[in-house]
């Protein structure tokens, strides 16, 4: 049986287009937080890394990168989803000793998974792997929207930005990072958003679905 309180939050989400500056509480951004952090990848490698801004001067530094979009200043916070920008051996490593510590278990009884996962890392051209590691992380957006709906937070999912202006703001290539998408959260400024009461568009079900 469905639950109806997600289709009716899902329902009451939108693409917000303005936002009104307000701040979100820090326990529900904490709850949309974990929600991101509780999505599934690929293997669970989880190859990217989410930078949560709160600095209304950062968000301003951002906000011509991001074809001046008002989500960007009006939101209380961005989580920006920055897929690795190489997928290394080490990774692989590192993944394998926090999957031994968390459960407790040698880290050898991993050989075998490790040496599968080293062989797509090492035998994957560098861009086909930071494509694999966007992927990943737009499940974790989807996920933060969803999250977002059910805390009645709005929240805007947005790749309308230049890439290596956000990048340069936040000094992600340094950090081996590239931006791929950005969820902004807050709340909507009903008044002013042409869209805060417009009706979803989907295709109907009976197009949409193989059945
Ligand atoms: C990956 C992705 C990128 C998007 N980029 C933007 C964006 O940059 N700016 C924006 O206002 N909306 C953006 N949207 C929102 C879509 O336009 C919106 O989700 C779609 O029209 C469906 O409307 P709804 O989300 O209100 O149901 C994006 C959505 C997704 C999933």
Redesign the pocket.
Known sequence: MGDINLISALKW?????KMNGNQIPQEQLENILEAVHLAPSSFGLAPFTVVVVKDPAIKAALLPH??N?P?ITGSSALLVFAPWKNITVQHVDEYMAEIASTRGIPVETLAEFSGMLKGKVSNTPAADLHTWAAKQA?IA??FG?VAAALEKIDS??????NPAGVDEVLGLDKKGLASA??LALGYRNAENDY?AN?T???RSKAEFFIQ
Do not use: D, H, S
């Open positions: 989400r939108y693409a917000t287009k991001c074809y979009q989500q737009y957006l989807g929207l805007t999912p947005m790749e309308g930005f998408c950005i869209l417009a979803k568009v989907r």
